[in-house]
Protein backbone atom coordinates (compact mmCIF):
# COMPACT_ATOMS: atom_id res chain seq x y z
CA UNK A 1 0.00 0.00 0.00
CA UNK A 2 1.01 3.42 -0.50
CA UNK A 3 0.54 6.22 1.83
CA UNK A 4 0.94 10.02 1.66
CA UNK A 5 0.70 12.06 4.96
CA UNK A 6 1.25 15.91 5.23
CA UNK A 7 1.39 17.79 8.16
CA UNK A 8 0.65 21.52 7.98
CA UNK A 9 -0.09 22.79 11.21
CA UNK A 10 3.50 23.98 11.72
CA UNK A 11 5.48 24.31 9.02
CA UNK A 12 4.83 21.66 5.88
CA UNK A 13 6.02 18.05 6.25
CA UNK A 14 4.98 15.25 3.70
CA UNK A 15 5.88 11.48 4.25
CA UNK A 16 5.16 8.42 1.04
CA UNK A 17 5.50 5.23 2.42
CA UNK A 18 5.28 2.10 0.13
CA UNK A 19 5.38 -1.66 1.06
CA UNK A 20 9.49 -1.20 1.40
CA UNK A 21 10.52 2.37 1.81
CA UNK A 22 9.72 5.75 2.87
CA UNK A 23 10.16 8.83 1.18
CA UNK A 24 10.14 12.29 3.26
CA UNK A 25 10.26 16.04 2.87
CA UNK A 26 10.42 19.43 4.90
CA UNK A 27 10.03 22.78 4.60
CA UNK A 28 9.69 24.01 8.35
CA UNK A 29 9.24 27.45 7.72
CA UNK A 30 6.37 27.77 5.57
CA UNK A 31 2.86 25.99 5.02
CA UNK A 32 1.54 27.81 1.78
CA UNK A 33 0.48 25.73 -0.94
CA UNK A 34 3.55 27.39 -2.95
CA UNK A 35 5.65 25.31 -0.23
CA UNK A 36 3.34 22.27 0.12
CA UNK A 37 3.07 21.14 -3.53
CA UNK A 38 7.00 21.20 -4.69
CA UNK A 39 7.12 18.52 -1.60
CA UNK A 40 4.81 16.23 -2.70
CA UNK A 41 5.84 16.22 -6.11
CA UNK A 42 9.37 15.79 -5.32
CA UNK A 43 8.35 12.68 -3.10
CA UNK A 44 6.00 11.23 -5.85
CA UNK A 45 8.76 11.74 -7.93
CA UNK A 46 11.31 10.23 -6.14
CA UNK A 47 9.36 7.43 -5.44
CA UNK A 48 8.46 6.86 -9.21
CA UNK A 49 5.28 6.51 -8.81
CA UNK A 50 2.21 9.03 -9.64
CA UNK A 51 -1.00 10.09 -7.69
CA UNK A 52 -3.33 7.99 -8.80
CA UNK A 53 -0.99 5.36 -7.22
CA UNK A 54 -1.67 6.34 -3.83
CA UNK A 55 -3.66 4.49 -1.86
CA UNK A 56 -4.20 5.96 0.99
CA UNK A 57 -3.81 9.90 2.06
CA UNK A 58 -3.58 11.49 5.87
CA UNK A 59 -3.42 14.84 7.28
CA UNK A 60 -2.86 16.60 10.39
CA UNK A 61 -6.31 18.28 11.36
CA UNK A 62 -4.73 20.64 13.65
CA UNK A 63 -5.01 22.60 15.79
CA UNK A 64 -2.14 25.07 14.48
CA UNK A 65 -1.86 27.46 11.91
CA UNK A 66 -5.01 28.41 10.25
CA UNK A 67 -3.80 28.93 6.90
CA UNK A 68 -1.40 26.12 6.66
CA UNK A 69 -3.99 23.73 7.81
CA UNK A 70 -6.67 25.47 5.01
CA UNK A 71 -3.58 24.42 2.48
CA UNK A 72 -3.41 21.30 3.98
CA UNK A 73 -6.80 19.81 4.15
CA UNK A 74 -7.95 21.45 0.78
CA UNK A 75 -5.57 19.36 -1.05
CA UNK A 76 -5.63 16.07 0.73
CA UNK A 77 -9.78 16.43 0.12
CA UNK A 78 -8.94 17.20 -3.85
CA UNK A 79 -6.55 14.57 -3.94
CA UNK A 80 -9.32 12.58 -2.47
CA UNK A 81 -12.05 13.31 -5.30
CA UNK A 82 -9.90 13.34 -7.99
CA UNK A 83 -8.44 9.42 -7.74
CA UNK A 84 -11.48 8.35 -5.58
CA UNK A 85 -9.53 7.28 -2.51
CA UNK A 86 -10.10 7.87 0.91
CA UNK A 87 -8.07 9.68 3.77
CA UNK A 88 -7.65 9.71 7.45
CA UNK A 89 -7.27 12.12 10.42
CA UNK A 90 -4.68 13.01 12.92
CA UNK A 91 -4.44 15.12 15.89
CA UNK A 92 -1.57 17.49 16.40
CA UNK A 93 -1.13 17.22 19.80
CA UNK A 94 -1.28 13.23 19.20
CA UNK A 95 1.14 13.38 16.25
CA UNK A 96 3.35 15.84 18.95
CA UNK A 97 2.92 13.32 21.80
CA UNK A 98 5.06 10.60 18.94
CA UNK A 99 8.20 12.12 19.58
CA UNK A 100 8.25 10.74 23.26
CA UNK A 101 9.01 6.77 23.98
CA UNK A 102 6.64 7.48 27.05
CA UNK A 103 3.30 6.26 26.42
CA UNK A 104 2.39 8.91 29.45
CA UNK A 105 2.44 12.46 27.31
CA UNK A 106 1.82 15.70 28.06
CA UNK A 107 1.51 17.56 24.72
CA UNK A 108 2.03 20.94 24.04
CA UNK A 109 1.98 22.66 20.95
CA UNK A 110 2.54 26.81 20.44
CA UNK A 111 -0.41 28.80 19.72
CA UNK A 112 1.03 32.48 19.52
CA UNK A 113 0.88 35.36 21.74
CA UNK A 114 1.80 33.38 24.94
CA UNK A 115 -0.97 30.84 24.45
CA UNK A 116 -0.60 27.19 23.66
CA UNK A 117 -2.44 24.18 22.61
CA UNK A 118 -2.62 21.54 25.10
CA UNK A 119 -4.07 17.90 25.55
CA UNK A 120 -2.97 14.34 27.57
CA UNK A 121 -2.87 11.20 26.61
CA UNK A 122 -1.93 7.53 28.83
CA UNK A 123 -1.18 5.69 25.42
CA UNK A 124 -4.00 5.51 23.31
CA UNK A 125 -6.75 6.99 26.45
CA UNK A 126 -7.28 10.88 25.70
CA UNK A 127 -6.67 12.03 29.85
CA UNK A 128 -7.44 15.59 28.43
CA UNK A 129 -8.78 16.90 25.66
CA UNK A 130 -6.94 19.18 23.30
CA UNK A 131 -7.72 22.67 24.69
CA UNK A 132 -6.41 26.74 24.36
CA UNK A 133 -4.46 27.44 27.48
CA UNK A 134 -2.10 30.27 28.36
CA UNK A 135 1.79 29.47 28.83
CA UNK A 136 1.66 29.56 32.76
CA UNK A 137 -0.99 27.46 32.58
CA UNK A 138 0.52 24.72 30.29
CA UNK A 139 3.51 25.12 32.91
CA UNK A 140 1.16 23.78 35.53
CA UNK A 141 -0.81 21.45 34.04
CA UNK A 142 2.53 20.00 32.70
CA UNK A 143 3.95 19.91 36.37
CA UNK A 144 0.53 18.72 37.89
CA UNK A 145 1.06 15.25 36.02
CA UNK A 146 3.93 13.43 37.92
CA UNK A 147 5.53 10.52 35.86
CA UNK A 148 3.97 11.83 32.67
CA UNK A 149 6.50 13.21 29.93
CA UNK A 150 6.24 16.26 28.16
CA UNK A 151 6.44 16.43 24.10
CA UNK A 152 6.36 20.16 22.38
CA UNK A 153 6.76 21.50 19.03
CA UNK A 154 10.03 22.68 17.95
CA UNK A 155 8.78 26.39 18.96
CA UNK A 156 8.44 25.47 22.36
CA UNK A 157 11.47 23.20 22.74
CA UNK A 158 13.47 26.10 24.95
CA UNK A 159 10.20 26.96 27.02
CA UNK A 160 9.67 23.08 28.45
CA UNK A 161 11.95 20.28 29.26
CA UNK A 162 11.02 17.36 27.37
CA UNK A 163 11.62 15.95 23.67
CA UNK A 164 10.48 19.02 20.87
CA UNK A 165 9.54 18.21 17.25
CA UNK A 166 7.37 16.38 14.42
CA UNK A 167 9.46 14.76 11.35
CA UNK A 168 9.32 11.76 9.65
CA UNK A 169 9.43 9.16 12.78
CA UNK A 170 6.18 11.12 14.31
CA UNK A 171 4.38 11.01 10.35
CA UNK A 172 5.54 7.00 10.27
CA UNK A 173 4.01 6.51 13.54
CA UNK A 174 1.16 8.33 12.79
CA UNK A 175 0.41 6.20 9.46
CA UNK A 176 0.69 2.68 11.27
CA UNK A 177 -1.48 3.73 13.85
CA UNK A 178 -4.30 5.67 12.43
CA UNK A 179 -4.06 4.44 8.70
CA UNK A 180 -6.98 2.03 9.60
CA UNK A 181 -9.33 4.57 10.62
CA UNK A 182 -10.50 5.75 7.23
CA UNK A 183 -12.88 8.51 6.92
CA UNK A 184 -14.40 9.99 3.29
CA UNK A 185 -12.60 13.37 2.30
CA UNK A 186 -16.16 14.89 3.55
CA UNK A 187 -14.97 14.01 6.69
CA UNK A 188 -12.13 15.72 7.06
CA UNK A 189 -12.05 18.50 8.63
CA UNK A 190 -9.92 20.87 10.69
CA UNK A 191 -9.93 21.28 14.13
CA UNK A 192 -10.05 24.96 15.78
CA UNK A 193 -9.73 24.96 19.33
CA UNK A 194 -8.87 28.51 19.33
CA UNK A 195 -11.01 31.35 17.15
CA UNK A 196 -9.44 33.29 14.23
CA UNK A 197 -7.98 36.54 15.05
CA UNK A 198 -10.34 38.83 14.02
CA UNK A 199 -13.41 36.81 15.90
CA UNK A 200 -11.91 37.04 19.08
CA UNK A 201 -13.37 39.04 22.06
CA UNK A 202 -12.54 39.78 25.23
CA UNK A 203 -11.80 37.40 27.45
CA UNK A 204 -10.78 34.42 24.81
CA UNK A 205 -7.39 33.32 24.18
Known amino acids: MNVLMIDTAEGCKVLLLTADKSYYK ?21 CGIQL ?3 DLFGAC ?3 GSF ?15 ATGKRCFA ?20 HAG ?15 EETRCVTADEAHKIAESYKGYAVSTDIKLSAA ?22 VIDQKELLPLYVRKAQPERGEGDL
Open 90 to 109: VNNLKLNSYNNSSDKVVSIA
Open 113 to 127: NNVCYIAVYDGDTVV
Open 26 to 46: ENLSNAGAETLMPLIDGVINE
Open 61 to 63: VGP
Open 67 to 81: TGLRVGLATIKTFCY
Open 52 to 54: KDI
Open 160 to 181: FSGTAGVGEKELTVAVQKHSKN
